[in-house]
């Protein structure tokens, strides 16, 4: 077999800064370090669009969310439209799917057994993921969404109705993915994803996980002060620990199993990050910090990739697809947008971008912090333009925690805004931005303020807080 199996192990929610190789100074998480330091960990990789739909349709197809399959919150990814695993079917590669999906809510698609028990079922979140609306996967064990790690339920290929799942959903989802590669006797290689909710809210794991003393952990330096931040961190911890045990859980079956052992690539990544606490925010993310947008993105490869440590090139999930099509040797095809890393990740010479475009893309609106906004990241910089005609600007270098908006009106007047904005427009322009670059250049200033009246949240972080909205 020439070409490698490629298995994705994908979590939600994971912001980048929260493993032992990345500096978190409580966290415990030897199977990803142990994949960086046998492969190569890409230390400021971002997610293009942190929200999850979007950012997963950005994964499969290599295209931005504003100009790709999956345009928004609860989009779907189109039945016409190529994928990662399309185009490496068409290379001969077997497809499986385990997990959340996310990228294929129909709402009316409920099945008999959820309609039976809404008690156990968010008849939104339990709706059946289409054939067609799958991405190109043959074998499917995958769902739209949970969001109750203790009460889990997939859809077994073509069945109409879910299967429970046993225990924690990690754990079982991982059980199934075990079985399923120690069963493989496919004569071609295999491109498998296990797609896992945690460390996504509801903050909740395994006891066995729940070690952390909330009063003791070391917090980042703009952590915020509201009552049980700590505690929600705390159990967002414990999650991301149980996580590493069944990555290396995925490690192991794969160093043991025939077939798989030196000639499989195993990438750990998330679909987007978490606040964390920090900006006063937790169980969220849809905004440019770093602790939204900052992923893992983890290539592990022993006997194919020759390990590198952390590289701090600026990769972001838009490179996934032709960096897996890269590794596969698999031609790129020309619709991608992304760049392909699969030099960086052979140790090559390798010049990657110098700047990465960031987005917010058919924002969920479940509250006024959910905005849609454009910007983009350098290796110093980090540029946004809010719908609402706000900006952001923020020196990474001086100002790692994203602290002072230097665009913020009551700075000092920047004379380079308009530089900014005119690099992003070229951004927009260059991967086929259909409105925002209106937004940018010829918006109007909106009437306001806007009455909050929602009782689940008073503030946030989108700029607009400060003179677009009042709180009732």
């Not at 230390?43 to 399959?69: D, E, L, M």
């Not at 695993?85 to 698609?109: I, P």
């Not at 602290?403 to 070229?426: S, V």
């Amino acid at each position: 077999m020439s070409r490698p199996h490629i298995i994705y192990i994908l979590s939600d929610e994971h912001a980048g800064q929260a493993m032992g190789h990345a500096g978190d100074p409580n966290l415990r998480t030897p199977n990803m370090d142990r994949m960086a330091a046998a492969g190569v960990s890409f230390g400021r990789a971002r997610a293009n669009c942190p929200v999850c739909t979007p950012s997963r349709g950005t994964i499969f197809s290599g295209r931005h969310a504003h100009a790709g399959p999956v345009q928004g919150f609860h989009d779907v990814y189109k039945p016409a439209a190529p994928s990662t695993a399309t185009v490496l079917r068409e290379a001969e590669y077997h497809t499986a799917y385990f997990g959340k999906w996310h990228c294929g809510t129909v709402r009316d698609q409920i099945p008999p057994e959820v309609r039976r028990d809404p008690g156990h079922y968010d008849p939104e979140a339990a709706a059946r993921t289409p054939e067609f609306h799958r991405g190109g996967f043959q074998d499917w064990y995958g769902f739209e969404m949970n969001n109750a790690p203790f009460k889990g339920f997939y859809y077994r290929q073509n069945d109409v109705d879910p299967t429970p799942m046993p225990g924690y959903q990690t754990d079982a989802l991982t059980d199934m993915a075990i079985a399923y590669l120690r069963d493989y006797d496919g004569d071609r290689p295999l491109f498998l994803v296990l797609s896992v909710e945690p460390p996504h809210w509801p903050l909740e794991a395994p006891e066995a996980s729940m070690r952390f003393d909330p009063t003791s952990l070391k917090t980042r330096p703009n952590f915020g002060g509201k009552p049980g931040l700590r505690e929600q961190l705390a159990a967002y911890y414990a999650m991301i620990e149980n996580l590493d045990w069944n990555i290396g859980r995925v490690l192991d079956t794969v160093e043991k199993t025939d077939g798989f052992r030196d000639n499989t690539i195993t990438v750990y990544f998330s679909d987007h990050g978490d606040f964390m606490g920090s900006h006063d925010q937790i169980e969220d993310k849809g905004h440019p910090h770093e602790e939204s947008v900052r992923v893992p993105a983890i290539f592990h490869g022993p006997g194919i990739l020759p390990p590198q440590g952390t590289r701090m090139d600026l990769f972001s999930l838009v490179d996934m697809a032709p960096t897996t099509l890269g590794l596969a040797g698999v031609p790129v095809p020309v619709h991608m947008q992304g760049a392909d890393f699969s030099p960086a990740c052979r140790g090559a010479d390798f010049d990657g971008p110098r700047e990465v475009l960031l987005e917010m893309v058919g924002a969920p609106r479940v509250h006024f912090d959910y905005v849609d906004w454009r910007g983009l990241v350098t290796d110093r910089w980090k540029y946004a333009f809010y719908e609402t005609g706000h900006e952001v600007l923020f020196d990474l270098w001086d100002d790692p925690y994203e602290t002072r908006n230097l665009a913020h009106p009551k700075m000092a007047d920047r004379g380079d805004l308009a530089d900014w904005r005119a690099r992003l427009l070229e951004l927009l322009e260059a991967t086929r931005e259909p409105y925002f670059d209106v937004i940018v250049q010829h918006g109007v200033r909106p009437d306001g303020p806007a009455l909050n009246i929602s009782r689940r949240r008073r503030d946030g972080i989108a700029p607009s807080w400060d003179d677009l909205v009042r709180n009732a």
